[in-house]
């Protein structure tokens, strides 16, 4: 599934085809993905400029000048596809500019979404109103983390996947900061003290920065809005590398939590 740096990288792809520019053409070649596509969404985007473009969590956002805000999401394999040579069976959804570019949304598995939301109700639009702060923003902070570890008994990974805690993490990125840190990724949130909380914030903060510089991470289907791959993947530490070996030399291990894979290094992990 795109997680964060993905999420964000599309939105920096789509930013250079679309910002300030109209929409002079939007077509829906179905009726829903994940959940229905709203019934109005071409009369309410068809001649609109688009006025800026962002992120919340694992969902991009489409400003536009009527105050409309196109929020998507890409689901497992989803992703946004510019000026592609022809219109394929998994592009459900297009946009075409004054200016002649074309944007299409492909998603093999329809996992993702598309809605229309007013900018003023933004923040408190269900799917919103819950996340907790960016984990790149300045809001979330060692004093932050330290007080909602003391509220949870669960792992330090389940807690870290908790949208409510903190938003857009996700497996991938949670298996690369819990090895940079030096953190088990089953041990209680509760255990950690401060200047593992410290370092988990630190790092949390520069592996996603550094994916979002390298283009995300190219898993499966994600790819970015101008077909380049991302190569983040390439540095991964733990993730996807099961019976590795560490750079102690220790074989990495994977582990089942919650239905999903946790990969980790049982000795430099503590």
């Given at each position: 599934?795109?997680?964060?740096?993905?999420?964000?990288?599309?939105?920096?792809?789509?930013?250079?085809?679309?910002?300030?520019?109209?929409?002079?053409?939007?077509?829906?070649?179905?009726?829903?993905?994940?959940?229905?596509?709203?019934?109005?969404?071409?009369?309410?985007?068809?001649g609109c400029?688009?006025?800026?473009?962002?992120?919340?969590?694992?969902?991009?956002?489409?400003?536009?000048?009527?105050?409309?805000?196109?929020?998507?999401?890409?689901?497992?394999?989803?992703?946004?596809?510019?000026?592609?040579?022809?219109?394929?069976?998994?592009?459900?959804?297009?946009?075409?500019?004054?200016?002649?570019?074309?944007?299409?949304?492909?998603?093999?598995?329809?996992?993702?979404?598309?809605?229309?939301v007013k900018?003023?109700?933004?923040?408190?639009?269900?799917?919103?109103?819950?996340?907790?702060?960016?984990?790149?923003?300045?809001?979330?902070t060692v004093?932050?983390?330290?007080?909602?570890?003391?509220?949870?008994?669960?792992?330090?990974?389940?807690?870290?996947?908790?949208?409510?805690?903190?938003?857009?993490?996700?497996?991938?990125?949670?298996?690369?900061?819990?090895?940079?840190?030096?953190?088990?990724?089953?041990?209680?949130?509760?255990?950690?003290?401060?200047?593992?909380?410290?370092?988990?914030?630190?790092?949390?903060?520069?592996?996603?920065?550094?994916?979002?510089?390298?283009?995300?991470?190219?898993?499966?289907?994600?790819?970015?809005?101008?077909?380049?791959?991302?190569?983040?993947?390439?540095?991964?530490?733990?993730?996807?590398?099961?019976?590795?070996?560490?750079?102690?030399?220790?074989?990495?291990?994977?582990?089942?939590?919650?239905?999903?894979?946790?990969?980790?290094?049982?000795?430099?992990?503590?």
């Open positions: 599934m795109p997680e964060l740096p993905e999420v964000e990288t599309t939105v920096r792809g789509l930013e250079k085809v679309l910002l300030g520019k109209k929409l002079e053409s939007v077509k829906a070649f179905r009726n829903n993905l994940r959940r229905p596509i709203p019934e109005d969404i071409i009369e309410r985007l068809e400029i688009v006025s800026s473009l962002g992120r919340r969590a694992k969902y991009g956002l489409i400003f536009t000048n009527r105050q409309d805000v196109l929020v998507f999401h890409l689901g497992m394999s989803g992703r946004w596809r510019i000026d592609p040579s022809i219109i394929e069976k998994h592009d459900h959804f297009l946009i075409k500019t004054a200016d002649g570019c074309c944007v299409t949304l492909y998603d093999p598995r329809r996992f993702g979404s598309l809605d229309l900018r003023e109700v933004l923040a408190i639009w269900p799917y919103f109103l819950k996340l907790g702060p960016e984990p790149l923003s300045d809001d979330f004093d932050f983390l330290a007080e909602k570890l003391t509220r949870y008994s669960s792992s330090i990974k389940k807690i870290l996947l908790n949208q409510n805690i903190v938003a857009g993490l996700g497996n991938i990125y949670v298996c690369e900061t819990l090895y940079k840190s030096g953190i088990h990724p089953s041990r209680s949130g509760k255990s950690l003290n401060f200047q593992e909380i410290e370092s988990l914030v630190k790092n949390i903060k520069l592996i996603l920065e550094e994916a979002i510089s390298k283009g995300g991470s190219t898993l499966r289907d994600y790819a970015q809005p101008d077909g380049e791959l991302g190569y983040f993947s390439n540095f991964f530490q733990v993730y996807g590398k099961e019976g590795d070996k560490c750079q102690c030399g220790t074989p990495i291990m994977r582990s089942i939590e919650g239905g999903r894979s946790t990969y980790f290094c049982p000795s430099c992990q503590k």
